[in-house]
T-cell receptor
Framework: GAVVSQHPSRVICKSGTSVKIECRSLDFQATTMFWYRQFPKQSLMLMATSNEGSKATYEQGVEKDKFLINHASLTLSTLTVTSAHPEDSSFYIC????????????FGPGTRLTVL | QQPVQSPQAVILREGEDAVINCSSS?????VHWYRQKHGEAPVFLMILLKGGEQKGHEKISASFNEKKQQSSLYLTASQLSYSGTYFCGTTSGTYKYIFGTGTRLKVLA
């Protein structure tokens, strides 16, 4: 159990376009979902915390208007990179937990975004 | 205030042991250890919640010294499958993870 999926797994887009990434918890209800960004050979950096039915909480330095997060249900959160630029190219990973607690987070397989 | 891991990288022969350390400048409530293969998502190894707690998972174990704000991951009799990048994920009063700087481990046959 505790499977998290992401779609798409890989996306290439032109500069200036918007890209939507979906994160789904397949066999459990995720009260909280997290979005991370990982540049090559670096650690995972938390971008935002997403709670179902409420606004996402963004980390310092992450632009809310550029990275739109929607947590429409207990099994789905989406991240939209608006007006993407080459510097947004990265590996985006979501995770989900059963509750807003210190429990294990279950990670999705990640989405590789390349902006040309 | 990203936790610092040491060493940054380590190369082992199959069967050798390794220790990876995670040190935080903030008080820690929990420490989570993950292993990530290239191009893949992190895979959960274990969580430590209490100061001084130790846990084991086959030949991989960890300790958590709450007072020192440190955790260590112990890999014994390493196998080829242990290769990857290890991250500690820490929480400090909230449920948000802050991941450490990472340790790249390569096990050679």
């Amino acid at each position: 159990g505790a499977v998290v999926s992401q779609h798409p797994s890989r996306v290439i887009c032109k500069s200036g376009t918007s890209v939507k990434i979906e994160c789904r918890s397949l066999d459990f209800q995720a009260t909280t979902m997290f979005w991370y960004r990982q540049f090559p050979k670096q650690s995972l950096m938390l971008m935002a915390t997403s709670n179902e039915g409420s606004k996402a909480t963004y980390e310092q330095g992450v632009e809310k208007d550029k990275f739109l997060i929607n947590h429409a249900s207990l099994t789905l959160s989406t991240l939209t990179v608006t007006s993407a630029h080459p510097e947004d190219s990265s590996f985006y990973i979501c995770s989900a937990s059963h509750t807003s607690s210190y429990n294990e987070q279950f990670f999705g397989p990640g989405t590789r975004l390349t902006v040309l | 205030q990203q936790p610092v891991q040491s060493p940054q990288a380590v190369i082992l022969r199959e069967g050798e042991d390794a220790v990876i350390n995670c040190s935080s400048s903030k008080a820690l409530y929990s420490v989570h250890w993950y292993r990530q293969k290239h191009g893949e998502a992190p895979v959960f190894l274990m969580i430590l919640l209490k100061g001084g707690e130790q846990k084991g998972h086959e030949k991989i174990s960890a300790s958590f010294n709450e007072k020192k704000q440190q955790s260590s991951l112990y890999l014994t009799a390493s196998q080829l499958s242990y290769s990857g990048t290890y991250f500690c994920g820490t929480t400090s009063g909230t449920y948000k993870y802050i991941f450490g700087t990472g340790t790249r481990l390569k096990v050679l046959a």
